[in-house]
């Protein structure tokens, strides 16, 4: 495989920084916080971690630009991240090739992530008009009873590497135009990503003359994500990773009464029943399988198929396998980039090893791709006798496994028997199979799809899921409701006091 060298990786990074306005504050000689390219595994420079009194301050910042942003009239909030989606839209490409850099997407793909910021501005813009509290009718005659919608306060956003700027304009964009500001701490896989973000909505905070407390980065891993975390100045936490870390973070912010949202991992599964149209589940089941190299928290992972099927299907996937050119995520013709690092590799080998002393068989896969740096693999396709506990778990790696299944009911029961619940899919052509699907006792998933894979969701729905997923929802639909409060108010406009459900007083 051909591989760029680190220091032409290294060049690019920097040509995207300084197009995005990145001040030259960050790398450091000495600094231990390495941001480094999954595609040769290099460093491509060094930065500083922020230390506790850096946090600190920045968290004391937000909470200044709060007390400011919260009394500007919402429509006016929406002119920053009109402002911030233009500068997304000029530096997209700069930060497509960070994206690509840093967590190892193909082109393709990083500009599809960026497109989803700009998408997610042009909601929140929308939204900044569309605030809306209900009025109620009140019991009591002369009574007006009506809630209105409150900035809640500083919100945290903690994002994870494999999508380095799309979940933070998720949060940012809706969190802005609610009134809050935010704190970002990105993953310590990504910090260059997050650099070129930040420059660029303080770019539009000057432009626009917003407060400029109304965003502040910090950098750093785990702890300086618990800063945040137990920090009564923070409202919310919005906290996307893996079920470990919510675990850790979930209690933490609960204990202090604090607001949560987690957007944790996924086992994400498809059922194809013998009416699908296989031509298109095998398109949509590869996308979403070994797409970013099995690496989005809705890759798919499980193949529920009937048995009638499963034979062809495996056949046709694995024809399609073989056709995935894994490689240099900067080539054109790449469809399967790099691991983010040895650690994914580690736990993909770990996984297969298992699944076969499971009984299961390796029909395609799973090996190494040589390279002089960056840990390539070719996604597996992995037949299983039994949804073992190794199926259970997510494998942040390119792993499908491939049950079967006899009736809808046992194919659904299958689906739901795992510990998280973020996305699935049924592949049918048959209206009943898919309504059963989509019904109270079909998929418990807060992503349910019918004829698409399991990833690759728009912006315009609420995103997020159930169970050890963590239950959080992020993005469009109503969301934004978590990053304001509610105040209930009535308002007795007689000159009668008269008391709720009859009560007399005196
Ligand atoms: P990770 O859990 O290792 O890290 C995520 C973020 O949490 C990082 O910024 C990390 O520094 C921070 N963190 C870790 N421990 C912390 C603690 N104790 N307190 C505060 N912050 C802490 O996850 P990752 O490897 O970067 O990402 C992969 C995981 O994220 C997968 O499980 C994937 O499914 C999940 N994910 C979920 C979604 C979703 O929307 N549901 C989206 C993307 C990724």
């Known amino acids: ?34 941001a480094r390219t999954p595609i040769t595994g290099g460093v ?67 500009l599809g992530e960026v497109q989803e910021m700009i998408d997610i501005c042009e909601f929140a813009v929308g939204l900044s008009r569309q605030l809306y509290g209900r009025t109620m009718a009140s019991e009591r005659p002369g009574h007006r009873l009506m809630e209105t919608w409150h900035p809640l306060g500083v919100v945290a956003v903690i994002s994870a590497f494999n999508f380095p700027v799309a979940v933070w304009s998720w949060n940012t964009a809706v969190a802005l135009v609610c009134g ?33 407390g109304v965003h502040r980065l910090v950098l750093g891993a785990g702890a300086v994500g618990e800063q945040l975390v137990d920090d009564p100045r923070v409202a919310l936490v919005s906290a996307t990773g893996s079920v470990r870390m919510g675990r850790e973070v979930g209690p933490r912010v609960a204990q202090r009464f604090g607001r949560c949202l987690l957007e944790l991992g996924g086992n994400n599964a498809a059922v194809v029943t013998p009416s699908a149209d296989l031509d298109l589940a095998v398109r949509g089941i590869v996308f979403s399988a070994a797409g970013t190299a099995g690496q989005r928290c ?80 070719s996604p597996a396709l992995v037949r299983m006798p039994a949804q073992t506990s190794v ?56 992503i349910a799809n019918v004829n698409i894979g399991t990833s690759g969701a728009e912006i315009g729905g609420a995103f997020g899921g159930e169970k050890e997923t963590g239950g959080g929802r992020e993005s469009g639909s109503d969301t934004w409701k978590v990053y304001m409060r509610r105040a209930t108010n009535t308002v007795n406009y007689s000159d009668q006091l008269p008391l709720a459900q009859g009560v007399k007083f005196g």
Request: net charge negative.
């Open 1 to 34: 495989m051909n591989l760029p060298d680190t220091e032409t990786l290294r060049t690019m990074a920097e040509a995207a920084l300084r197009a995005c306005g990145a001040r030259d504050e960050h790398p450091s000689v000495d600094g231990t916080l390495l």
């Open 298 to 377: 809705t890759s798919l992972r499980r193949l529920i198929v009937h048995s009638s099927i499963a034979d062809e299907t495996v056949e046709r996937v694995t024809a399609a396998y073989r056709q995935l050119r894994v490689g240099n995520p900067l080539e054109a013709d790449t469809l399967v980039g790099p691991l983010i690092r040895e650690r994914s590799w580690e736990a993909m080998t770990s996984a297969l090893d298992k699944a076969r002393a499971d009984g299961g068989t390796l029909v395609c896969g799973g090996e190494r791709v040589e390279s002089e740096g960056g840990h390539y693999v």
């Open 391 to 446: 199926v259970r778990e997510e494998t942040f790696a390119p792993i499908l496994y491939v049950l079967t299944y006899e009736a809808l009911d046992e194919a659904i029961a299958q689906h739901n028997d795992v510990p998280q619940g973020l996305s699935s899919a049924i592949f049918t052509t048959d209206q009943r199979e898919a309504e059963r699907f989509l019904a109270a006792d079909g998929s418990d998933c807060g």
């Open 180 to 212: 809050d500001t935010v704190v970002w701490k990105p993953s310590e896989l990504t910090p260059l990503t997050a650099i070129a973000c930040d420059a660029l909505l303080r770019r539009a905070a000057e432009d626009v003359g917003a407060p400029t």
């Open 44 to 110: 491509l420079c060094r930065l500083t971690p922020s230390t506790p009194a850096q946090v600190a301050d920045s968290i004391a910042d937000a909470h200044d630009g709060f007390l400011q942003w919260r009394t500007v009239p919402a429509p006016q909030r929406g002119a920053l991240v009109r402002r911030l989606g233009e500068l997304l839209t000029e530096h997209k490409s700069d930060l497509a090739t960070l994206v690509t850099l840093e967590a190892g997407k193909i082109t393709s793909e990083a």
